[in-house]
């Protein structure tokens, strides 16, 4: 690629929707550093500096996906998906055990590990889109239908299989998302999304009748057989239906985010005062990556709370905007894609610091500490760039 | 662009709109409780979130300390090293046994390496893990400095173990005055309202001047409140009130003659008062056998307990003024100033003694049997003549005799600043008939004349007793803490009749003075003293016992001393007492010499 051509596209990049990013990105910088510093341990002091340069590497990435044309990745995006199988079924085999789970793949001689889950979330959406934007493919058909869910349960199963709920869990949403849009019946779709409910409701019931019934123990190992869940699953489950039934378990970090973030009432503690980070009631394992969030609404209040919401809606919004303004429709559907993962990511970390959703390993993209999260992200958010660079403008729109 | 591509597109682009509005929807949800959460239900969370993490402990105030006149200490508080075990460090997952077991491993080591046997066991651990899970659990109290030295050496370095200091009550006088300055034994927790997280006990006052005056000595605790982490460490301080430590007292006692009064009624069941009749000030209270109040520091152990409450001669029992007695012959000078003063007979009144008083078909024996003869009032006092002092009695009238005790203060408390005081009995008319249902009749006046029947005294009245005779007849409270002034409080200033009085005087004279007076052994050369022995009978007919009194004020001229002795089960006032006073007096005019030549403690700095 000549530099002309570069600087061409370059010229032509969204450049107001990396204002978001980069605050977002600088917010989340800040934070790490407030949930961190508290600490002990010298590398976790320095987790705000790991993340800067994590973010450094995380541009280069959003640049390449920006500056690549998408279509061509979209004929490659067989490949991707399909190397992203194989690593998710090498962690399983080789992936480095932490906290009874297989899910980083370590680099060797590097100390640097990745998350196989992660690339294989972007690389199902990029397939995904390239896929439902096939103009051969008759996407009212039922077996087409059955076959993209099939696309999608391969990873996902091998995702649960490490296991990891959280990651799994944002795998469904943006691919149903993207077969809506895309125009799969929403016969289809809502039949799915029917028949998930119902099999979250009678998970629900199974978890909570047999207390209710005080059932004697054989019938509940019978239905414990049943529940899709593990029993570890369950308890996070049942602490959100009774907050008090396991306050130093499983109800811990639920408990200790919503006082985090029901504590800083409107303006918060003030940046670096937050007493539930700092007296660690808001485990310092888990502050500043997953319930970054807490942390940030504890220190700033419900005003710094709102504050991120705005800036991932913004994001977002400009998101579908490019997707809408798209004329090529595997452009506007990995626009969508990514913007629906964004969605998942961002609602469902939210709503379980703030206990309405039961407690995942899922991080708050752009915000929480981590390298592979931060990495795929930008990635993804690289891909709308490179998908708004190259739609033709209309003057006014 | 195709009609049916275009088409598609726009259903598309209606289709991301749809998705942007349920994405603006799940949005505004979050932001609804996270208003939730942070406005409506602020309040709540603020309050699990300092309930989780503030923790309010109490700090015991010091004692303060208590001094003799002279300032000399009498109670103190020393530090005493304590081995702490944090057992909120040692928190284990699981079931609460694991901690049991981490606790006990702990004290094992420790017990190894500071080279001291466990003190406590694992239902103590236990125990103290149900009930008092925040409070630091004490392994070992009063730590001896090698097992400290050990400690310090770094040699049993354990997480979650610290030593701290205790302030522990300590009598440097040992043994002496342990019935006035009493004991402490833990307090019961405060009825404050506070709650507290941790509760650290205090030492309370619980008998002797430690608890007439704890209110003084306790001092005002402190609060603190902490902050903790999730781990139960102290996080910071968040507000601190710091201790106030008590205040001293001083007591009016001056050790030096409290020992000579130890000293001198050492192995009986007995109890002696010295007052200064200046002021009523207590000098010297002691009541024998006594107790030791350090037994009670930091904490009394079973048998000592036992051995105290259950010894027939009742150790921790303070005679001086819970001891109530007959005060036999002790009493007749004031039926003598009841006798003058009232107008019923003159100072010259003689009576003719013939060994016994015959009062209708009765005969009360005078215990001279072949009888005094005619004697005068002087003389009857000397002699302790009972025919003499019924007759006088009799005559006077039980009335004038009951007001003139009641006056100097018999039959009710002193007010003395002791818990356990009782006020004795003067019996009257009208007790008799409640009582007995009977009048009073001659026979009760002869009776109460020569100090018998119901009528009953502490030392301590006797002793105040003996100073209004010292002084002339100002009735002072006795005090045992000095106020900073001077002066005693007056309860009453009575009239006597110079003759009445003088004649009382020099009878008391006569009784240590004179070569034939019942105290005369008592007598000190160099010394004049006035003074009056007794002996009082109780018990059954068949099985009589003697209580013995000695009273005395010295020096005759310008008294500085009143003193009060009672011995239980004695031979008789002159023969049990009187020796006891010698000795006493001596050692007394031994500290004064050595005193005023500046050997000892100088008077000047109290």
Sequence with gaps: MSWARTLRLLKRLHWVMLIPILLALGVGVFFIYSSCYISHELPVQSFYKKQGVWIGLGFLFYFTAALYDYRRLGRWSWVLYGGSLILLVLVLIAGKQMYGARRWLMIPGTGFGVQPSELAKLATLVFLAYLLSLPELDLSRFSVFVALLGVVALPLVLVLKQPDLGTSVVFVPPALIMMYIAGVPLRYVGTLVMIGLVVVLLTLTAIILPDRLELDESTRETIQRVIPLTEYQQDRVAVLLWPDRDPLGAGWNKNQSMIAVGSGGMMGKGYLQGTQNILGFLPRLVAPTDFIYSVIAEEMGFVGGVFVIVLFLVIMVLGLQVAAATPDRMGRLLCVGVVAMLFCHVWINIAMTVGVMPITGLPLPLLSYGGSFVLTTLAALGIVQSVYIRSPRRIFG | ?606
């Design chain 2, 1 to 606: 662009m195709s009609q049916e591509l275009s088409e598609r597109l726009n259903a598309e682009t209606v289709r991301i709109r749809i998705f942007l509005g349920v994405i603006v929807v799940a949005f505004f949800f979050l932001v609804g409780v996270l208003w939730r959460q942070q406005i409506v239900r602020s309040k709540e969370h603020q309050s699990s979130e300092s309930r989780q993490s503030v923790r309010r402990v109490r700090l015991p105030a010091v004692r303060g300390v208590i001094e003799d006149r002279y300032g000399r200490c009498l109670a103190r508080n020393r530090p005493s090293y304590c081995v702490a075990i944090f057992v909120e460090e040692l928190r284990q997952r699981g079931r609460l046994s694991h901690t049991i077991d981490a606790v006990e491993a702990v004290v094992e080591r420790l017990s190894m390496a500071l080279g001291l046997p466990p003190e406590v066991n694992r239902d103590d651990i236990a125990r103290h893990l149900q009930a008092r899970l925040p409070i630091p659990f004490i392994a070992w109290r009063g730590v001896d400095n090698k097992a400290l030295a050990r400690w310090l050496e770094g040699g049993a370095v354990e997480a979650g173990v610290d030593v701290y200091v205790e302030p522990v009550r300590e009598y440097p006088q040992g043994a002496l005055m342990g019935h006035i300055l009493g004991y402490v034994g833990r307090a019961e927790p405060p009825s404050d309202g506070q709650k507290y997280h941790y509760y650290v006990p205090e030492m309370q006052g619980k008998s002797g001047v430690e608890k007439t005056f704890d209110d003084v000595l306790c001092g005002a605790s402190g609060g603190q409140l902490l902050r903790v982490d999730a781990s139960g460490f102290r996080h910071d301080v968040l507000a601190m009130k710091p201790p106030t430590e008590g205040h001293s007292v001083r007591l009016s006692v001056d050790v030096e003659i409290q020992r000579a009064v130890e000293e001198s009624i050492k192995g009986e069941r007995a109890a002696l008062v010295i007052l200064s009749p200046e002021n009523g000030d207590v000098l010297a209270m002691a009541s024998a056998p006594s107790f030791d109040p350090n037994l009670f520091c930091p904490s009394i152990s079973h048998d000592n307990w036992n051995r105290l409450n259950t010894d027939a001669n009742k150790p921790l029992f303070n005679r001086a003024v819970g001891g109530i007695y007959p005060p036999g012959s002790t009493f007749k000078p004031v039926v003598a100033l009841a006798a003058i003063t009232s107008g019923r007979a003159e100072a010259g009144q003689v009576v003719d003694c013939i060994g016994y008083y015959e009062l209708g078909k009765m005969r009360l024996r005078c215990w001279h049997k072949s009888g005094h003869g005619p004697i005068a009032m002087r003389k009857a006092i000397e002699q302790s003549c009972n025919t003499y002092f019924c007759a006088l009695g009799v005559l006077c009238g039980y009335d004038h005799i009951y007001h003139m005790a009641r006056s100097i203060g018999f039959g009710e408390r002193t007010g003395i600043e002791l818990p356990g005081e009782r006020s004795g009995l003067l019996p009257n008319d009208a007790w008799k008939r409640r009582v007995y249902k009977d009048r009073w009749r001659p026979g009760d006046t002869c009776n109460l004349s020569i100090g018998q029947g119901a009528l009953s005294v502490t030392p301590l009245q006797m002793g105040m007793y003996m100073v209004a005779l010292a002084n002339g007849g100002t009735v002072y409270r006795p005090r045992l803490v000095l106020d900073g002034s001077r002066d005693g409080e007056v309860l009453s200033r009575l009239s006597w009749s110079p003759a009445a009085l003088s004649v009382v005087r020099n009878g008391m004279y006569d009784v240590v003075q004179a070569p034939n007076g019942t105290g005369k052994y008592a007598r000190v050369p160099g010394i004049e003293m006035a003074g009056k022995t007794g002996t009082a009978e109780y018990g059954s007919r068949t099985h009589r016992r003697k209580h013995t009194w000695m009273t005395v004020y010295f020096p005759f001229h310008r008294p500085r001393y009143a003193v009060a002795l009672v011995v239980e089960d004695g031979l008789s006032g002159g023969r049990t007492c009187a020796p006891r006073i010698k000795a006493l007096v001596s050692r007394i005019l031994e500290i004064e010499q050595a005193r005023r030549e500046g050997t000892t403690f100088a008077e000047g700095r109290g």
